[in-house]
């Protein structure tokens, strides 16, 4: 509702002219393409920004991720005598044993989790010009837990991505969707201090809100080289009740522009920021990663044709890496416990992907024109990392308040 009533006041104060010549092609101006990761979504992770400069006028953007997300039922003990951790150290994490009896006898924290669902993402955002070098950009994130069926989920449902192992990969339910059975709900995680996050089919919630600020200073190499750098401070309020907090972050990004022949260009672009999760906590929140910082790289390559009438189409593609969530020093010692047997590969995965540098590409098409840009895009991690499995999202952008 919150979402729908942004859209309409948004859409209210436009003022869009058949005559206005405005073009918002500015930089690799993408989508919001971060992961529907079922941690990640309840911090205010940045989005890299390539833009070139402050463009001139206030945009409103809608942005409507939907990701696939799979992990069977995993246990997890992290012994705490160092002794105990030292013996396990020595073994392969799938042959170890250790039995828990109790605190007194046997030390240990304990985690679970089970992840399957499609988590949907609609991110409503209004971006202000400040002066010639400064922007404030202001966002709303919220979420939908659903099963994914059609005709909502079309390429990110368990039924198109069990017909591509089967029939494009010729790999029979790999990693247990068939097993567990297709098209439902099963989100339930419980941290080492017993805490329970759960969402049942259908639950939404806000996630929080963003005001990230950028900077654009000018440099000779933006003349001479056509390189163009931006800084960024980031600062997030956090409101599921899951994760009451702040988060605070900065960025640096730069875009390097190529102007070919025949109306061609080309821009290739690297960027990183530091998120510093969880540096206010009003509650008791539960524990999403003993990494107090999300750590992101990105680089980018785009090409884009224009035309003679101000419209033109652009095709990129990003590689994207995440900072883990768990301390890896914990791999050396845990021990979990899964249906290793019944499912053909991956059981462990939904603890021991915490522990991994997340991995992801993003390939991207935006049309544009003077007063709208559509942008559409899908993400694949290769890796099977599920952050989440495949992800796909579309973004609409229009100049507002003339």
Known sequence: MIVLIICFLSCFFIKAQQNDSIIL???IDSPNHLATHHFGIFSSRISTNFKLKVLQKATFSFNLSSGNSFHPFVEAYLPKDPETRERLSQIKWHDRTFYFINQETTPADYINIVVDGVIKEFR???????????????????YLITKGKYPFSPLTSDESIEWFHSDVIKSEDP????????NQ?????????GNVLEFDNNDFFIGGIELNHHYYPEFLINKTRKIFINFGSHLGLNTSKYNTSVDVGVSVNAVKKIDLKNRYQLQ???????LRKNVINFKNNIDLGNNAYIATAESAIEITKYNGKGHYHAFGVNYQLQSRYFKKEETDYFR????WEEINGGWQ???????KTLINWD?????????????????????VNNAPDFQTGFNIKIPVFD
């Open 349 to 355: 995965n939904g603890i021991t992907t915490l522990y």
């Open 185 to 193: 709900v099963n989100f339930k995680y419980t941290d080492r201090n």
């Open 25 to 27: 092609k500015n930089g």
């Open 175 to 182: 990693y247990g969707r068939r097993y567990y059975g297709l």
């Open 336 to 339: 979990l416990i899964g249906k």
């Open 124 to 142: 409503p955002s209004l971006t202000l010009p400040v002066s010639k070098y400064h922007e404030l950009n202001l966002s709303l994130r919220s």
């Open 268 to 274: 290739i672009a690297i960027g990183t920021n530091l």
């Open 363 to 383: 390939f991207i098409y935006t049309y544009g024109k003077p007063n709208l840009q559509l942008s559409f895009y899908i993400k694949e991690d290769f890796l």
